[in-house]
Each structure stands twice: as structure tokens, then as C-alpha cells.
């Protein structure tokens, strides 16, 4: 078979490379080993270049079918961090002192990188993220990040619990024990290997941050002995045969190899190999759903008249799709440009996947555009009403109701801290 006939039907999985300065130029490069790994499963790995401007070309990129995230430089922590760091700035100097490989920041990578896994979790596209690629699925849920480990984590750790997450003199041949949860994709990948259910495997990494509050909709799958989070996926989007895939890993899998020379190809243990396996039998499964929407799409045709009420409809979804994202600022014009699409949901009209898909990524905005602009205006008029009320009242009365939110606020920020703390502490001793 020729090659342009394997590019044509094998599936499409996008990695962005990594920059590097050598002999005073740039060069871009992606690891080996995640390049093997899709081959060997039957995808073609696309690089999408370092390059700025790249960001506004992903859609040249299509069909975009799985993306791979792996290494790189730290992400920006404005990215994820809100508040002023607990690090000070001699710690902080230490640290890019220590770490000067890693601490330069490229914002193009992150904006490149973080496009592309909301456009997977938009979509539902298969996405596995390892090592800088798992904290880049998890900031761009909502999470954060330890900006150095040893700084946030080690020194509060009793000596039986630290671990070296990375060491420089001994890149491939690293190893630090972890333990895996119960029930999890990760158990099912490395079960043969476990002994006296210890749920314990000596594990490969390369990294000074790693996640410090896991986004809501991720669950833990292991944990180093310090506490640290070494792998996480989201349960409902999780299922390779049906094309969902949504993961990251803070070890290096692909790295975990013999260190005999003749024996590079053979892994510490079997279940290594196990998430590029299923990723890319993720990837297989989404194209084939996408193949067939788009073969339904295509054998469709419309005359004049049909394709000028599509276009109508078409406009109408952008608008509500633009409200649902800007909130309220909208023209009273655009209105009754709302409702040919509420009338078009609101008909017997049969849905393709696809468009089920989009009215979902889009919230279902306007499912009832009538119900929608009405809960808009008693809004409006609730909060008339409350500004007037509020007018009456007097300085001392605003300055007690004003500390009373601002308590509840505060409980609330407590009570929830406390919740997710509880969560989390469940789900290590699970």
C-alpha cells in the first residue's frame, strides 16, 4: 500500500514540539519514544510546530482525531495561580537556579497547548497528557500546580515520604515507587505486575512541579509516597472502545525500559505501553464516529430555498452561541434573529450526532429562546428592585449587610476547602 493512501485512513494524533536553543538557533523536537509508541498502534503522529502564530492555524490541522501533550518547560503560573505565591523570591531564585532548563517560560507553547486540550474537552477528543502535557489538562480544567515541589511539599514531608521526582544525572534511569488506586485504568494496566496487593510500581519521572488542587471532574489514579498526584482521568470520559479518552500521567511510561542495551525495547512491566494501547485505540473509535457523521453530512444536498432557511438557522445558533459566552450584552435586534433556531429545536426534526454534539458544547442556548430572554428581564427587574430597596436603607444597615456576606463568603470558602481536602484525603487511603 503507498504511503498517501496509510496518511489518508490511519488516524490523525497532534503533538507540539518543543523548543530548544542550539549552537544559537531554535530547534524544534518531539521524544522518540511517544513517536513509536503512536506508530506502533496504528496512528500518524502530526507535529504541530513551536511556531508563533501556530495558535490561530489549528484549525488547518482537521481532522484532528487524538492529541498527545508530553514535555516542556514549566507553564506560566499566571496561568493557574491567582493568589501571591507562599514562595519568596530568594526561594524562587533557587529554584530557576536549580532548574534553569525547565524555569523559562514559553507562553506561545502554553497558549498552543492549551487550546488544544479545551478543544479536546470541548469536542471529546482523545487526549493524553504526559508529564508537562497531565498539568496542562489539568490547569486548563480549573487546577493548579506546585511551582517546585521540593519548596511546597518535600520539606513539610517526613523523611520516610520524600521522593526525588527528578534527577539530571540520570535521566532514563530514574525510579521512584507509587501507588495506584484501586478501580482505575492504571490498575487494570499494571494489575498482573502487582505483588501482595501492595498496589505499588517503581515508575519512571522527569518534573519539579506537579498538580496541587486536581480539577473536579478528575479522578486520582496514583499518588507518590509524599502525597503528590502521579496520574488522573476523568471516569466519564473514559471508555477507548467507544473513542473517550481523557487522561494524563505525570510519569514517563514510555521511558520505563530494561537498561540493558539489548533489551531497550522491553519494558519494566507489561502494562507500560497499556495507555499509548488504549489512547490510540480511542483515537481509532473517534475518527470512525467522525467518518461517519461527515459520510451522512456529505450525501446530503439542498436546493436553493433549503440551503437559505440552513444559513438562517446557521446565524442564529452563532448569535446565541455569542450570548451564551458574553452574557447579557446583547442587541434587542438579535431577538428575533434567536428564533429560527428555537423554532428549529422545537420541531420534530431529527438530530445528527454531530449536531447534538454542538448544541451541547454550545450549553443548548436556545432550546426556548422565549424562556431564556424572559428569566433575563426578571433578572433585570430583581435587581432594580433591589437597588431600590437597598437605597432606602441606611449606611449602618448596607455596612451590616455588606459583613454578612462577606462572613458567609468566607464559611463558604472554608466549608469547601474542607470538603475537597476530605475528598482527596478518601480517595489516597483508597
Not at 8 to 26: A, E, G, Y
Not at 104 to 123: F, G, M, P, Y
Amino acid at each position: 500500500m503507498l504511503t498517501t493512501d496509510l496518511a489518508t485512513i490511519l488516524p490523525r494524533v497532534l503533538i507540539v514540539s518543543r523548543r530548544s536553543l542550539r549552537k544559537n538557533k531554535f530547534v524544534d523536537f518531539v521524544g522518540e519514544y511517544h513517536l513509536d509508541l503512536i506508530v506502533g498502534y496504528g496512528a500518524v503522529p502530526v507535529i504541530v510546530p513551536r511556531v508563533t502564530g501556530v495558535n490561530m492555524l489549528l484549525e488547518s490541522f482537521e481532522p484532528i482525531h487524538g492529541v498527545l501533550l508530553c514535555e516542556g518547560e514549566d507553564i506560566d503560573p499566571s496561568l493557574y495561580e491567582s493568589e501571591t505565591t507562599i514562595l519568596s523570591p530568594e526561594e524562587l531564585d533557587e529554584i530557576r537556579l536549580l532548574h534553569s532548563s525547565d524555569t523559562t517560560i514559553d507562553k506561545e507553547k502554553d497558549i498552543i497547548e492549551l487550546s488544544l486540550a479545551k478543544l479536546c474537552l470541548e469536542r471529546n477528543i482523545p487526549y493524553l497528557g504526559i508529564c508537562r502535557g497531565s498539568q496542562i489538562l489539568n490547569v486548563a480544567c480549573g487546577g493548579t500546580l506546585y511551582q517546585d515541589i521540593e519548596k511546597e511539599i518535600a520539606k513539610n514531608s517526613p523523611q520516610v515520604k520524600k521522593v526525588s521526582h527528578i534527577d539530571y544525572e540520570n535521566y532514563d534511569g530514574h525510579r521512584h515507587l507509587v501507588k495506584i488506586v484501586k478501580n482505575t485504568p492504571l490498575h487494570q494496566w499494571f494489575h498482573d505486575s502487582l505483588e501482595d496487593d501492595k498496589m505499588e510500581i517503581k515508575v519512571n519521572s522527569y518534573h519539579h512541579q506537579g498538580v496541587k488542587r486536581l480539577a473536579q471532574r478528575f479522578k486520582p489514579m496514583a499518588f507518590a509516597p509524599d502525597g503528590l498526584i502521579e496520574g488522573f482521568y476523568d471516569p466519564d470520559s473514559y471508555n477507548p472502545e467507544e473513542g473517550k479518552f481523557i487522561m494524563g500521567l505525570q510519569f514517563h511510561p514510555e521511558r520505563m525500559r530494561k537498561l540493558s542495551s539489548n533489551a531497550s525495547n522491553e519494558f519494566d512491566y507489561p502494562g507500560c505501553p497499556a495507555a499509548y494501547k488504549e489512547f490510540v485505540k480511542a483515537v481509532l473509535a473517534y475518527q470512525k464516529k467522525l467518518n461517519n457523521i461527515l459520510k451522512v453530512e456529505n450525501s446530503l444536498k439542498l436546493d436553493k430555498d433549503l440551503e437559505q432557511r440552513r444559513k438562517v438557522i446557521v446565524h442564529s445558533f452563532s448569535l446565541a452561541r455569542n450570548i451564551y459566552t458574553i452574557g447579557n450584552h446583547y442587541h434587542p435586534s438579535e431577538e428575533s434573529d434567536l428564533k429560527p433556531g428555537a423554532e428549529f429545536l422545537e420541531s420534530n426534526t431529527a438530530l445528527s450526532l454531530q449536531q447534538e454534539k454542538r448544541l451541547k458544547q454550545m450549553g443548548a442556548t436556545v432550546r426556548n429562546s422565549s424562556s431564556y430572554m424572559e428569566k433575563m428581564k426578571l433578572n433585570e427587574e430583581r435587581e432594580k428592585l433591589a437597588r431600590v430597596m437597598m437605597g432606602k436603607m441606611t449606611v449602618e444597615q448596607l455596612s451590616d449587610l455588606s459583613l454578612f456576606y462577606h462572613m458567609m463568603e468566607k464559611i463558604s470558602s472554608e466549608v469547601l476547602d474542607k470538603k475537597l481536602q476530605d475528598s482527596s484525603s478518601l480517595d489516597r487511603s483508597s
